[in-house]
């Protein structure tokens, strides 16, 4: 059995490795693709180029590349997945709301940051994208949205949360703020992808004024 | 002496009342673009487009329209004019920082959201415009960036804004915030412009949580 076992595993370890070659420049692809699409622009690259930088010869470039599009779709859905890994046990946690939103805006805005090719891309080649494609990605993100206005109102409830903001408006500042820092953000900054998180989170929860005001 | 005041007057009407009727007209093709690049995106949009919708015969369209950039470009400029005519009187202002912050969201966000086209345009088109004429803007919006940040310290030197506030990071946290709220405000929701604009302020000055945290 012991024998058996290691003879079949040993059979599995052959397609093992090739998937995980494939994978690797399946990684390859993509990581060209979106430091091409971040310098250049979406528009400006063509399928060509990235092979070029991928040192493909031109026949074998299909082979990886169907095409330029899927390679846009394939980024933005990869940046949407570590997106979702994140949020997800923030979204399964006892913690309360008040904390699960400060986590929430330190982590995403960390993400943002720390992934610049990816959420640029995310934010600003968006439209190259039809609109079926896209009505995935705004269906979770509009759960995102939803979670975040029902951790306001609970915190509302709780006596943490002013009783006058607006759930929904604020979920959207929140989002738009958190959203925009690969605007600016450069890696060899003052602050750190977490530090300026953690700005951002004092800042929605504390506000810009002192106590006494 | 009166008589040839009003001959100078009369003789003056003529090419007045033409300059209006041209400036009218332009204002006419800008608003039809910019409809026309909002509703089906500037790559989309030709300039032949634009003159079918304006009715204009085929070969008069570039007596209107020398090409679809400068029309990007003019609406760009005439928004960031816009902006800077609400901007310049709360920078030229006595009031204390803390009520020029409070004015600058409250407005800037009401007239990102009452513009819808031409806000929707600056942030999404942007880089379809060549680096010189993008270049004149972003030191407009420099100097914006500057301001709120001299206001923020200023108010921190006061004592009426939290001295652990990073002036940078909470003023590209402020515009990131108000800049974002034309990918969702709709001029039928639930609140206007205005309203909006009040509700970033309370959000920024005041934050989330209620005093006693």
Do not use: C
């Not at 031109?58 to 933005?76: A, M, N, P, R, T």
């Not at 570590?82 to 939103?101: G, Y």
């Not at 986590?103 to 960390?110: C, G, N, P, S, W």
């Amino acid at each position: 059995m012991a024998k058996a076992g290691s003879a079949e595993r040993g059979a599995d370890a052959a397609p093992g490795a090739r998937r995980r070659k494939q994978h690797a420049r399946r990684q390859e692809v993509l990581d060209t693709a979106a430091r091409m699409f971040f310098e250049r622009g979406y528009e400006a690259t063509t399928t060509q180029d990235i092979g070029a930088a991928l040192g493909l010869l031109k026949g074998s470039v299909y082979y990886y590349i169907s095409s330029k599009q899927d390679l846009l779709f394939e980024l933005v859905q990869q940046y949407h997945d570590d997106t979702r890994e994140h949020f997800e046990p923030i979204l399964a946690s006892d913690a309360p709301p008040v904390d699960k939103l400060r986590e929430l805006i330190m982590v995403d805005t960390a993400h943002t940051a720390r992934n610049l090719e990816r959420s640029t891309l995310f934010y600003t080649e968006w439209r190259s994208l039809p609109q079926e494609r896209r009505s995935v990605i705004v269906a979770e993100r509009a759960r995102h949205e939803s979670a975040v206005q029902e951790w306001i109102v609970a915190a509302q409830a709780a006596g943490a949360i002013r009783p006058e903001v607006d759930a929904k408006i604020a979920s959207f500042a929140i989002f738009g703020m958190v959203n925009s820092v690969y605007r600016w953000f450069t890696p060899d900054g003052r602050k750190s992808a977490e530090e300026i998180g953690r700005d951002f989170s004092d800042l929605v929860l504390g506000g810009l004024l002192t106590a006494a005001d």
